[in-house]
């Protein structure tokens, strides 16, 4: 069982930046990523990070504007989120598994534990 809660989520103008965070309580999983759904659209893969490893995965849509990273403890996970667009204004989730298929650590349907989510809305 792992439980996640999030936080840093606000609202910024178009180019701004944000932070979230990701606390996460309970058994150690083996990959954590973040998601966002906007309303009416599937949830979407943003970056994925293996616990430990050094090599992260992100989608086209964020890849060169955010950044995925966790602590040493690998009880937090982060997402910095720069240069941000009226089209990143949905809920972000911050998700868990412990073995998400390789190629697929960008599918929502791979995690077993999320957390609440955070609301990230930006205005041009």
């Known amino acids: 069982q792992v439980d996640l809660v999030e936080s840093g989520g606000g609202s910024v103008q178009a180019g701004g930046s944000l932070r979230l965070s990701c606390a996460a309580f309970?058994?150690?999983?083996?990959?954590m990523a973040w998601f966002r759904q906007a309303p009416g659209k599937e949830r979407e893969g943003l970056a994925a990070?293996?616990?430990?490893?050094?090599?992260?995965y992100y989608g086209d849509s964020v890849k060169g504007r955010f950044t995925i990273s966790q602590d040493n403890s690998k009880t937090t996970l982060w997402l910095q989120m720069n240069d941000l667009k009226p089209q990143d204004t949905a809920m972000y989730y911050c998700a868990a598994d412990p073995f998400p298929l390789p190629g697929l650590v960008l599918s929502a349907d791979e995690y077993t534990y999320w957390g609440q989510g955070t609301q990230v809305t930006v205005s041009s």
């Open positions: 990070i293996y616990i430990g490893g050094s090599n992260p």
């Open positions: 309970g058994q150690n999983a083996n990959c």
